[in-house]
């Protein structure tokens, strides 16, 4: 082979291999961005800005603005704010009616969505329509004939000390169980159809039962799906404030969010104090969120891969 024949095959495998040029950034791809920045910043702005307000004294604020340079910063507003409302009492309700409202509302969720995805395409459909159109209702539509009814339903002593569903704690767990349902029966019943067929077929020729392929091998395979649940219904049932102060009278059974309103006056409000209870009361649903962080993500992303 000839010496020139040479350099012409190098130099064309040097075309051949030179790099390629540069690809501009997609214009979706940088809009998208530009979106979830904003967004944070618009999330992150009022957060600051209540935390700013909490550190700052309520004589300084009054007399020089929310917007003015503060002369004075301190933790004061968080005690007090911890004292007067007597947070600790309302954190206990608020964790005593969320924690059997999670709880009961992702085992009967998961139940139904369980049945359904077992029956018949039809009857299927039937229950899922059935289930999720009760989250279309609003709730203020239902509040006269729900009050009449607590006043009228009668329950044990043990469960309320006036005999009754109205003004008790079981009767703001059953609501808040009820309206939640529907929502994650919807959510459940979609990822279980994702599960194998073949599962459970296997798990009937081994002899398990209905119950068996629903407790030991539907949940166990549905964690990420339930913890990213359990994460949402945390903060909705945690931060009810409508059914607190509509079916509950006395003062010391209400949830943490009827104890930013006692912080409320008639005619002067300190909104420096408010603010420091109410970063006080997030602070449960934010350490839930960490603790729960990486199940809630892979819940979030679970039909991501599936075909």
Known sequence: MSSSAVVARRDAGREVSSPRPRR????????AQVFMITATVLWLVPMVFAFYVSLRPFDETKKLGYVSLPHHLSFDNFIHAWSQSNMLRYFLNSAVITIPGVLLTLFLASCVAFIATRLSSKVSIFLLIMFTAGNLLPQQVIITPLYRLYLWIPVPHFVSSSGLLYNSIAGLIIINVAFQVGFCVFVLSNYFKTIPTEIYEAARVDGASFWTRYWRLTLPMSRPALAALGTLLTTWIY?????????????????????????????????????AAALLAAVPTLVVFILLQKQFVAGLTLGATKG
């Open 239 to 275: 931060n009810d404030f409508f059914w607190a102060i509509t079916l509950i009278s006395t003062g010391n059974r209400r949830p943490i969010t009827s104890a930013l309103a006692d912080l409320q006056g008639e005619f002067v409000a300190n909104q420096n104090l408010i603010a």
């Open 24 to 31: 501009r950034p997609h214009l979706g791809r940088i809009a």
